[in-house]
């Protein structure tokens, strides 16, 4: 038996690239380079920086920005989205990393590798079974809560180094008794230079690049400079800590930074590693794949372009394996670094292959270089992205708009902050299916009537209607399955004990799109109960899947009514004579 051989469109689903570089042209190209030399400036200084925030030696931090970028330009769908370590990842690599309880420099890089690792194959792995619709599970609020809290906890743990003061902790009350305990050690030259550098930065943000319009440099060289600000910082900071031996003086620097291209390595596959790093790595694989591919499509979307989120899986699964084998450690899609990418012109993945054999050159050329860069410099870089990260807002938009997700953005804010980063994320996973859950738990069923003179029925509280006191109109507006399959059974049975004289009830299903079951069950029930108070079940607006679903059943045999296309047509027909009164319940919402 010989297996199916791989079709042109099976190479295609599986490497874009195929796609993309058929109509690779020197215009292209062009775009490309120019942006990839705009992200290689703006990615050196942060990948510095990010590896720091995770507790890991600099250098990789530069190799987390090579090889996974060439492998998202293979496997990515995207054509601006910047692969590489981002402030969040990183924070939660190290509270991953920090549970292991590992004692040497050694032990704790070879944990970060395995975790890229095992992130790597667990999000390749849900690319293949296309089950990149998992992170829908996670919504929006609670996923904007969590990242608000990462990035307070982000800027609190990088405070230790702008004093220059020892401090550790997880939480921020952990973080904030540390700092207290050790303030009076503060180093006021490190103190002096962190926040220089933490003014110069915040200034670029909004002011250099107007500063440089005004002075008649053309918008993209005035974009180029303005996002050379952090490269500016780290220059000048590490030249006066040179020229000053300010190391001498306790102010605490990079080190020594190898040179040369990331060495291969290769994962531990100690069972007991893996068992330790599993959570985290479910946890971090779940959060880079949703802040991804939000970027991702967002920016697709200016174009009018399209992203397949179930290949981003792939694309970003191997660009966490290739971060394994080359001495990185977890990676994804950066918000900051994609946007600039995006404005820079880039038009293809390649941007990112270009970015790649930019940072290479720079860990074979400037890593000497980094010896006497200040960590006070590389902590301000960090406070200055994550800030731009919080956004309290969503606590007050979300209590406007829904108590139940107000709930949910704050509990993860709260849990974040004060328990960490794993259960912060972890309850954010759990609530979100909850609410799910819960919101569908409860579906909304509308008693309806005839608006005069139209064939449309509306919501007897909402709308001045028609109604036929010998027959109960329901409009059940959500899908039925096992969560809510008894409410709409009490909901039905309890309306029913209220009505005199009723001889029909009609179900529609405009917006059913699903019966399981449970469902089924439930309406065999119902049609039952009914029938024993003589009262005939009729359904209408049935959709077609779920006629198809009925119809291999015995449900319609046993059906007391009949099924009509129309709700226009069991009113027709229902109606012993001319409807008798209009219920009027005003505007009241239900």
Known sequence: MSLPRPTRETFTRYLPILTWARAYNRDTATSDLVAAVIVTIMLIPQSLAYALLAGLPAEMGLYASILPLVAYAIFGTSRALAV??????????ATAIGALGVSTPAEYALAAITLAFISGVLLALLGVLRLGFLANFLSHPVIAGFITASGVLIAASQLKHIFGIDAEGHTLLALLRSLGAHLSETNLITLVLGLAALAFLFWVRKGLKPLLLKAGLKPRLADVLAKAGPVAAVAVTTLVTWAFSLNDRGVRVVGEVPTGLPPLSAPSFDPEMWSQLALSAVL??????????????TLAAKRRQRIDPDQELIGLGASNV??????????????????????????????????????????????????????????????????????????????????VDFTAVTATIVL?????????VSAGVILSIFLHLYKTSKPHVAEVGLVPGTH???????????????????????SLYFVNARFLEEYVLNRVAECENLRHVVLMFPAVNEVDFSALETLEEIN????????????????????DRLKRSHFLDELTGKVFLAQYDAWCELQSGPAEGTKDKGLAAQ
């Open 416 to 424: 974040t902050l004060l328990v960490g980063v794993e259960t912060g």
């Open 284 to 297: 971090i694989s779940i959060i880079g794949f949703v802040e991804s591919v939000s970027v991702a499509q």
């Open 456 to 478: 449309h029925f509306r919501n007897i509280r909402r709308h001045k209607v028609e109604t036929l006191p010998e027959v109960l109109t329901l409009r059940v507006d959500e």
């Open 528 to 547: 039952r109960r009914l029938d024993e108070q003589g009262i005939t079940l009729h359904l209408t607006e049935v959709k077609g899947p779920v006629m």
């Open 84 to 93: 590489g370590p981002v402030a969040v990842v990183s924070l939660m690599t």
């Open 322 to 403: 290739a971060s394994a084998v080359s001495g990185g450690y977890p990676v994804t899609g950066g918000f900051s670094r994609s946007v600039v990418n995006f404005d820079a012109g880039a038009e293809t993945p390649a941007a990112g292959a270009y970015t790649a054999v930019g940072i290479g050159l720079a860990t074979l050329l400037l890593t000497p270089l980094l010896f006497f860069l200040p960590k006070a410099t590389l902590a301000a870089t960090i406070i200055v992205a994550v800030l731009s990260l919080v956004d309290f807002s969503i606590v007050g938009k979300a209590w406007r708009y829904s108590k």
